[in-house]
């Protein structure tokens, strides 16, 4: 999740994979029950598009009383994506924004130039058994927007288009793709999908986006002949048509991508800027925990503790 970015993945090449730019295969990290997978950034790839995080957050099983809890903490630079397979939890920032989320539904919240938020699951979910299964990414904004304002907007199930034919089924999150466009309002030329694919359909990856990714989240699938299991990332080069074949046991995946940015991008904890200055502010800002006049401050209803500033 955007609270844990020290999972470093294993990224190996493909330079003989037909197609494939780069191979990324996360490593899972146990977070006391709770697993999350990292597959960017990378050490060969930083971002695909402006994609710079891109977390899967479990499957994972909890017992009654049980749930995640993550303390307010701060944000720069980026708009995080929230999407759930299973369970639900609560989002709070300092917009004063208090949301749940459920699966198919989108939390879209820009960090701009600061923005404090938290996710815990609630009381009621707490009280029974449960599981939680989901993504979140962090979408990197131009540097054009990263003095942005901080904003916040939730799409539901039925709000998000869904491309259905042959035994394909898109829901379309971001951006566009396929004819259609998400209702998110994005700040550069992207595209974000959850894929289910029927056993041995096959589906084109779109080729009007200058960086596209897959991720197996569920199956497997075939690219030109070569397998690829759940927990693997492909990133395909630029240009080259590209369809993937579901195995017979179907597939779900994550279809990601779009314009690459203006340049690379500084990454420290939860912080992403164009240069390190804008961190260092930020990073000040928050170790001065001014909540009623600084920089940040801290989300409505969530006012009783925070993460702390990292020592490192």
């Given at each position: ?8 993945p ?25 697993e ?10 930083q ?11 479990g499957?994972?099983?909890?017992v009654?009383g ?6 307010p ?5 980026i ?18 924004t ?8 989108v939390?879209?919240?820009?960090a ?21 299964f ?12 990263e ?17 259905e034919?042959?035994g ?12 259609e466009?998400a ?6 030329e ?8 029927d056993p041995?359909?096959?589906?084109p ?26 927990g ?19 597939a ?19 912080f ?40 490192n």
């Amino acid at each position: 999740m955007s609270w844990n970015p020290c999972v470093e993945p294993n990224c190996p090449s493909a330079d003989q994979v037909n197609s494939i730019e780069t191979l990324i295969v996360p490593r899972a990290r146990d977070l006391g029950g709770f697993e999350v997978r990292r597959a960017l950034p990378a050490p060969k790839r930083q971002m695909v598009g402006p994609f710079i995080f891109f977390d899967q957050m479990g499957p994972a099983e909890f017992v009654t009383g049980g749930g995640i809890d993550v303390r307010p903490h701060p944000h720069i630079g980026i708009a995080t994506v929230t999407y759930l397979f299973k369970g639900e939890f609560q989002h709070r920032d300092s917009l004063g924004t208090d949301q749940m989320i459920y699966p198919g539904e989108v939390n879209w919240m820009i960090a701009g130039n600061g923005i404090t938020h938290s996710e815990r699951t609630s009381a009621q979910t707490r009280a029974n058994p449960h599981s939680l299964f989901g993504i979140q990414t962090w979408v990197a904004l131009p540097e054009t927007e990263e003095d942005h304002g901080p904003g916040f907007e939730h799409f539901g199930k039925h709000d998000l288009p869904l491309i259905e034919a042959e035994g394909k089924r898109v829901r379309l999150i971001l951006g566009t793709a396929y004819g259609e466009k998400a209702p998110v309002s994005t700040f550069t030329e992207m595209f974000y999908g959850d894929v289910l694919l029927d056993p041995d359909v096959t589906l084109p990856l779109p080729d009007d986006h200058e960086d596209r990714a897959v991720y197996v989240l569920d199956g497997a699938v075939s690219v030109a002949g070569n397998v690829y299991d759940s927990g693997q990332m492909m990133v395909f080069r630029s240009g080259d048509r590209v369809s993937l074949q579901a195995a017979e046991t179907g597939a779900r995946l994550m279809l990601l991508g779009g314009e690459t940015l203006d340049g690379p991008r500084y990454i420290w904890w939860n912080f992403v800027a164009s240069s390190m200055d804008r961190i260092e502010a930020a990073k000040q800002a928050w170790r001065e925990g001014n909540w009623q006049d600084g920089r940040f401050s801290l989300p409505p209803g969530d006012t009783d503790e925070f993460i702390p500033l990292p020592n490192n």
